[in-house]
């Protein structure tokens, strides 16, 4: 029993340890200005994608009709459940990953009250088209919502 307890420690202490690392590289690699987009030329022109604010105003409240809304795969949203954007096994983003955002992300709710931010079946709080995390699921069908 002993041996079963130390184990799970370790494989919960291995997990976290690679998580956390890979958050470093997405955080520091997250719009930093940093003037390297690993090209060599000194500028950050790779990084500059489209833009909104951020943090998300009223992050905290949806309004009904996204709060329960239909995702462009068609699933009805439910309220509770969603992990928070700050939540490693989400690492959220506020810019696209290539070809890559939450406007084709069949988990993706449109905006609903013209707000310009929608919500997600997965993850807390006002989502732009634009942002982007691991959750991502391609949507290929009709409703895709354009992050420009």
């Known amino acids: 029993m002993t041996n079963e307890l ?9 997990g976290s340890t690679l998580i956390g690392g890979s958050m470093l590289t997405v955080v ?9 987009d690993g090209d060599g030329d000194g500028d950050d022109s790779a990084d ?12 905290d409240t949806l309004p009904e009709s996204e709060a329960k809304g239909e995702s462009l795969s068609g ?3 439910t309220r509770g459940g969603q992990q928070s954007q700050d939540n490693p096994g989400v690492a959220l983003q506020h810019k696209p990953s290539g070809n890559q955002y939450c406007g ?13 931010f929608g919500a997600c079946l997965s993850v807390k709080g006002k989502i732009h088209p634009c942002d982007w ?11 895709v919502v354009s992050c420009a």
């Open 6 to 14: 130390n184990r799970r420690e370790a494989l919960k202490w291995i």
């Open 133 to 143: 995390c691991i959750l991502y699921t391609e949507h290929s069908g009709e409703g």
């Open 104 to 116: 084709n992300c069949s988990l993706y709710v449109p905006d609903q009250n013209g707000d310009g």
């Open 28 to 36: 520091s690699g997250c719009g930093g200005g940093d003037g390297n």
């Open 75 to 77: 699933a009805t949203r």
């Open 48 to 59: 500059q994608g489209p833009s909104h604010e951020v943090p998300h105003p009223n992050n």
